[in-house]
């Protein structure tokens, strides 16, 4: 059984930083693929980033985190990271792991249609 748990959200304030954790088990982590989606009310789900399985690290951002946002995996551990700097209070949502069988399309690494593993969130809230 595939499990996915987030940790590290919680409240910051705008221009800081939060780091979220996701450990995986129940599966071959190290040939998933990964990534985080975020979820704010009223708003449908969208992919934040994704990190590949190889050594190639191919990692995929969208547009609004570009430069503030960092994903990094840990394949010895089944850990996946979420360095979040220079918070905005845009990104308030919830926060979601997501894993899925490679391969995933570069085209579709960041839509949640893709994934068929998720974590059960972690709540990310910015004040400004």
């Known amino acids: 059984q595939v499990q996915l748990v987030e940790s590290g959200g919680g409240s910051g304030q705008a221009g800081g930083s939060l780091r979220l954790s996701c450990k995986g088990s129940?599966?071959?982590?190290?040939?998933?693929?990964m990534a985080w989606f975020r979820q704010a009310p009223g708003k449908e789900r969208e992919g934040v980033a994704g990190?590949?399985?190889?050594?190639?690290?191919?990692?995929t951002y969208a547009d609004s985190v570009k430069g503030r946002f960092t994903i990094a995996r840990d394949n010895a551990n089944n850990a996946l990271y979420l360095e979040m700097n220079r918070l905005t209070t845009e990104d308030t949502a919830m926060y979601y792991c997501a894993a899925e069988s490679p391969p995933v399309p570069s085209v579709v690494r960041l839509r949640p249609s893709a994934y068929t593993y998720w974590g059960q969130g972690t709540q990310v809230t910015v004040s400004s």
């Open positions: 990190a590949n399985s190889d050594s190639s690290e191919s990692y």
């Open positions: 129940g599966y071959t982590y190290r040939r998933a693929y």
